[in-house]
């Protein structure tokens, strides 16, 4: 009996053991779902740095800028030499033509030749080729910064149709309730079969609206996909504070030459002065030098050395008008500059009234129209469930759903306006990537 007992024991410790171990096997992988870091809600300024990361067109650019990087170092070299070899004074005519051996002064000839040219033709070259590079970098910051602001723009997008589907979610409570009153009344004899379809028909269009506002999410989620793949299927973050600007309006609106679009052009302007500094360097001399060794077979064999000046002697059609026209276009540039920063400065002028006017406007959404929506329903309600009529409710609930969406796009157009402004200067690191 003893034994018994204790074989007993023995296996219901060995079956705890097992229990708690298979428990903790189980519970491993669902405790490490929970830890994974790509679960975390996905903020604004993340999804556009991941689109920043990402993108294809941000790659590309980075790739020329790297292309223009190398043609600076290649640009104001000298040109590679080149091998001569030959035969010179070899017989023409008569019995031994195309003899080598027919005459003393026919020889083999092998050389060297450098062709060098003028020292300021070499360096506006190589000024021209620095421009370039610092608009290839120029144009990686601005497309960089654009990617970053539409990727930005399209989170504000679904963020945006999240809100409007919980707004309109949000009053199903209260269609329940008036269909429940009107069936009461219905049930009690003080109420008719018209009001009874009102509210269900109440709800039915506040469904389709709530279809609608799904509609607009997975479409939203689709763009923002675009640029961040599956992240853009997990939840949103809370979103910034769209009522401050990471850069002051003042700074935007006093220097639209740091600003994404315009951040080229002062490297364009320097291109086409160091065009002129290369067409004004045409009139200067190009020069070559030359070495030549000579193999006779009846006499001594002979060295030659011969140096060659190009002779720019008539300019007047040629380095004359190459230099005007450089000059033309230098003008032309300097003016498409101006042109550039004025349109910058009213599209942020532009922008930045909308977002002041978007605020005040979802702010008084927020404060006053809002509130004044929902208790003009809930009053109308409580009328109709104590006797009154049903119309009064159903002009609210249609006023108070068309407020909701208002206010979504609301939210929608000052978060828009608010990343246009907020993406048009780049951060310190990418500042540092251009050359001034």
Do not use: C
């Amino acid at each position: 009996m003893q034994h018994t007992l204790t074989n007993d024991r023995g296996d219901g410790q060995r079956y705890a053991i097992w229990s708690l171990t298979l428990a903790l096997w189980f519970a491993a992988p669902q405790a490490q779902t929970v830890r994974e870091p790509d679960m975390a809600p996905l903020s604004l300024d993340a999804a556009a740095r991941l689109a920043a990361a990402q993108a294809p067109q941000v790659q590309a650019q980075r790739l020329r800028a790297q292309a223009a990087h190398d043609d600076a170092v290649r640009a104001g070299q000298l040109p590679d030499p080149k091998l001569v070899v030959g035969i010179d004074n070899l017989t023409a005519t008569g019995a031994q033509a195309f003899d080598a051996a027919a005459d003393s002064m026919t020889m083999r000839t092998v050389g060297v030749m450098q062709e060098i040219p003028a020292r300021a033709k070499r360096k506006a070259e190589s000024a021209v080729a620095g421009a370039d590079m610092r608009i290839a970098d120029a144009d990686a910051v601005a497309i960089r910064l654009a990617t970053r602001r539409t990727a930005a723009d399209a989170w504000v997008a679904l963020w945006a149709a999240l809100r409007e589907r919980a707004l309109l979610t949000d009053l199903r409570t209260q269609s329940g309730l008036a269909a429940a009153a009107s069936k009461a009344k219905l049930r009690g004899g003080t109420g008719d079969a018209t009001d009874a379809l009102a509210t269900r028909a109440a709800a039915a269009e506040l469904d389709n609206k709530i279809d609608a506002a799904d509609t607009d999410v997975a479409a939203a989620r689709a763009v923002l996909a675009r640029w961040i793949d599956n992240r853009a299927a997990g939840a949103l973050a809370p979103p910034p504070d769209f009522s401050a600007l990471p850069v002051p309006p003042a700074q935007l609106l006093g220097n639209p030459d740091r600003q994404g679009p315009l951040l080229g052009w002062s490297a364009r302007e320097d291109r086409a002065q160091a065009r002129i500094d290369l067409a004004k360097a045409g009139k200067r001399p190009d020069w070559s030098i030359s070495l030549n060794y000579g193999e006779r077979i009846h006499s001594p064999d002979m060295v030659s050395v011969m140096v060659g000046f190009s002779l720019p002697l008539f300019p007047g059609n040629r380095q004359d008008r190459d230099i005007s026209a450089r000059y033309a276009e230098r003008d032309a540039v300097l003016a498409e500059h101006e042109d550039a920063r004025r349109a910058q400065s009213e599209a942020v002028a532009s922008t930045l009234a909308v977002w002041q006017g978007d605020g005040r406007q979802v702010r008084r959404y927020r404060d006053e129209l809002l509130p004044l929506a929902e208790d003009r329903a809930r009053t109308a309600l409580a009328a109709y469930r104590s006797g009154a009529s049903l119309q009064p409710w159903l002009d609210a609930r249609r006023d108070e759903i068309d407020v909701r969406v208002a206010y979504a796009r609301a939210l929608a157009d000052w978060g828009r306006a608010w990343v246009s402004l907020a993406y048009l200067v780049p951060d310190s690191g990418s500042t540092a990537e251009i050359p001034r």
